[in-house]
Structures are given as C-alpha cells and as structure tokens.
C-alpha cells in the first residue's frame, strides 16, 4: 500500500511537446521483402503446431500455434513463413517470433481477409487484437474485471512524441464513430477523452467526457489521469483495469472503426521517429516492418553501439538490433548517437534527495534502489513502495550519482511477479 502523502512535484519541469498546427502527412514506408511478426506465446517442441515454415499464408490470416492457443498474431500480406524462432524481450521472457516472407506482386493487389465481426466485444477480440494502437480488446472481453469506464488518450505518455496528437487532429471523425462502436460492443456506460492542454481540436467531442490533461511531464500517465481528473488513486501493485478503468489510445479507436467498416484489419502504424540530433519525423508503416527500413528511409545511419530506444526518453526500453519490428503498440523510436549516449553509472547512491523530491508518488527512491540492488525484491516492496511507483522515470533523470533507477524499478517489479508466482 502507499504509506506517504501522494502526489508532490518539484522542479525540474519536462513539458510535452506539442503537435505542429497542421501537420504533414507521415512518410509511408514500402513493405519490406520479409515481415518480422511477434506472438505472444512460447514455442513447445513437445507439441505439433498449426503453422510451420514453408507455409503459405494470406493478407489478413489470423496465426495461432496451437489448436487451443489463445494468442494470435495476423499476417499483413500474402506470403510465405521463412522462419519460426524464440524471441526474447528484454527482461528474458519468450515469445515466437515469425518471418514472412512478403509476396509483393499478390499483396498489393489483394484485399486483407473479411472477418465476420458481430457488435460483441468477443468478436472484435477474436480478430482485432493486434490492430494499429494495440486496443486492449482482451481486458475488455475479459469477465474477470468490470470495466465502467474507457478513457481514450490523444495524449502521448512520453516526451518528444506527437504520435497520437496528430491522431487526433487527423482523424476526429474516425476517433467518434470508434467510440461508438466501443459502447456497442461494450456495454461501458462511461466514455471519455483526454486531450493535452493546447491542441486545437476542431472536432466536437460532446460525446465524452473531456479531461484536459497538462502540458508538464507526467500529466498524460494513466495514473496521473486517474488521479487528476476521475479523482482516483491508484492503489499500490494494481492496474487501473483493477478499478473499472481501461486506457485506449486514438489510434487504437481509429483501427477500430476502419475495421468494423471494412470487416477486416489495417497493419499500417503511425510513428514518430527522433533521430541523433534530436530531429522528429513522422512515419507510416506496415507492422512488422524491421526498424533498419525505416531509419535507411531517413538516411539514418546505425554505428556499432548506437543506442535504439523503443518509446521516448523517459520510459523507453532500449534494442539490441535493428532489425526490431515495428509493433501495433509502438509509438516512438528514438537513435541515439554513440558519442552522446546519457551515461550511468555502478556509484553509490550520494543521498542528495532530488529523486524523492521529484518523485510524484513520493517513494523513497534513494532506500528503494539499495533493496533493489540486493535482490530484495518483496521487502522492497514491502517496506519502501516499489509497486507504488508510476514508472515515469523522473528519478533517473535527476540522479546525481547517474544510476539507472528507472530500469532497477522495472526490473524489480518483474522479479516480485516472479517471485510470487513460485509461492
């Protein structure tokens, strides 16, 4: 549980950055030659799967690995399974990994497979799951949290990312007939929209609730919506799904609406890219596109040791190769230089204070990291609140003594999870 006053921000101040006024349309990249598709299930070389290599499959094919699995990736082209490997994230969970090889001359003159979607979010779990924006049709099919309220985000979470406010601006129409199809098939009494302080939304959007979310860093995180504008606190190791609240970004309800039109996916993904300097761009491109065709679309050149970060400064999580698809909850991509890559550092903490002074839960930073490091992960937990941090990585960013509090914080929630799924 929190056992300190929540919620107290001191300087330094991080602003979001926001959207130009009338923003250009995002660089479409071609689908490459192989596609690189991530399912979220392990591989049992016990067991005969239902795909394997050398099989053909068509645009729009949903892709289990076993009759009774239920995860599912859909194939964005017509084209042939060249590989099935083990894929591991970065804290060393495993996945599968798929390559398919794109058949170009049939995919761009065939329409992706119809699907029969009925007005139950069963239905649009069954076939949308991994539609541009990631909608989390899963939780919301789910009977095992009741979920009153949908609160759909034209914010981006993390700094220098413009992704779903060009969403916004862009596509508003598509954003309401998305909402409106989310309340069918849902049956969620409450609708409503975060938009950042600023934007000029043009649209009407009397349909929701309209929260007007700051422009300073961390006003767009879920916690922080939940806290500000519903007036609720999120209690220490839950979700916000555990208090009747599922998060959906626009681009998510924009996929969603497409979809529930023509009766079958839509793979393309909007992203905003920040190359070495710092420059953004905006890009379009298939899901599972490797990230090397995008940054050779912008003449970015990756060196040996170049960081890729997979989301923004604060809360991103770095790659090891550049061959990193592009995923349907993908927003940002950053490249980091080598020469000016942030250090960090094995120092001792200097107990200065300035991670619990900016910390917006008020968790004891500085005490924290010591358990963390010494793999005390339920005392951790326990004593000093590590389930109570809102993983907005304003500790890492002040750390005098440069140690990665962000990543020991993350990992040390994994290692708990762990820990208490053996007991």
């Given amino acids: ?8 921000l001191s300087q330094p101040g991080l602003n979001y950055d926001l959207v130009e006024p009338d923003p250009k349309e995002p660089k479409s990249i071609p689908i490459p030659p192989n596609l690189i598709l991530l399912l979220n299930e392990p591989i049992d070389s016990t067991r005969q799967a239902l795909i394997k290599k050398g099989d053909l499959v068509e645009k729009g094919a949903k892709l289990c690995l076993y009759n009774d699995s239920t995860e599912y990736t859909i194939s964005p082209v017509n084209g042939t399974i060249t590989a099935i490997d083990v894929y591991l994230n970065d804290f060393g969970n495993t996945s599968t990994s798929l390559v398919i090889k794109n058949d170009q001359a049939q995919t761009s003159s065939t329409d992706p497979a119809t699907y029969d979607l009925k007005d139950e979010i069963i239905s649009a779990d069954q076939y949308l799951r991994t539609l541009p924006g990631a909608p989390p049709l899963k939780i919301l099919a789910g009977d095992k949290i009741k979920i009153d309220t949908i609160v759909i985000t034209c914010a981006d979470q993390d700094l220098l990312s413009t ?26 009494p409450k609708l409503c929209i975060a938009i950042p302080e ?31 504008h519903l007036k609720m606190i999120l209690p220490a ?36 890219i920040i190359g070495k300097q710092g420059t953004q761009y905006r890009v379009k491109a298939t899901i599972g596109t490797p990230l090397n065709k995008i940054f050779k679309a912008f003449s970015i050149l990756v ?5 890729i970060v997979i989301g923004g400064p604060m809360r991103g999580f770095s790659t090891y190769t550049i061959h990193h698809p592009v995923q349907s909850d993908m927003d940002t991509v950053m490249i980091q230089d080598r020469d000016i890559i942030p250090e960090v550092s094995d120092y001792p903490c200097v107990n200065c204070g300035k991670c619990i002074r900016i910390c917006p839960a008020n968790v004891p930073v500085n005490i924290l990291v010591r358990y963390l490091e010494a793999d005390l992960y339920q005392e951790a937990a326990d004593k000093y609140d590590l389930e109570s941090c809102i993983e907005c990585g304003l500790c890492a960013y002040v750390c005098t003594a440069k140690i990665p509090l962000f990543q020991y914080i993350r990992l040390g929630k994994h290692e708990l999870l762990k820990l208490r799924a053996e007991v």
């Fill in 163 to 188: 992704t779903h406010q060009y969403v916004t601006l862009k596509f508003g129409d598509e954003i309401k007939e998305g909402a409106k199809i989310l309340k069918k098939i849902t049956h969620v």
């Fill in 237 to 272: 190791g839950k979700t916000p799904e555990d208090m009747g609240v599922c998060f959906m970004t626009a681009e998510a309800v924009v996929s969603l609406a497409r979809s529930y039109t023509t009766k079958s996916a839509n793979f393309e993904k909007i992203l905003t």
């Fill in 1 to 8: 549980m929190i056992k300190r006053s929540f919620f107290t």
């Fill in 198 to 228: 600023g934007l000029d939304i043009k649209e009407d959007f009397s349909l929701f609730q309209v929260f007007k979310t700051a422009l300073r860093y961390p006003s767009n995180l879920p916690a922080m919506i939940l806290k500000d």
């Fill in 303 to 307: 060196n040996d040791q170049d960081r």
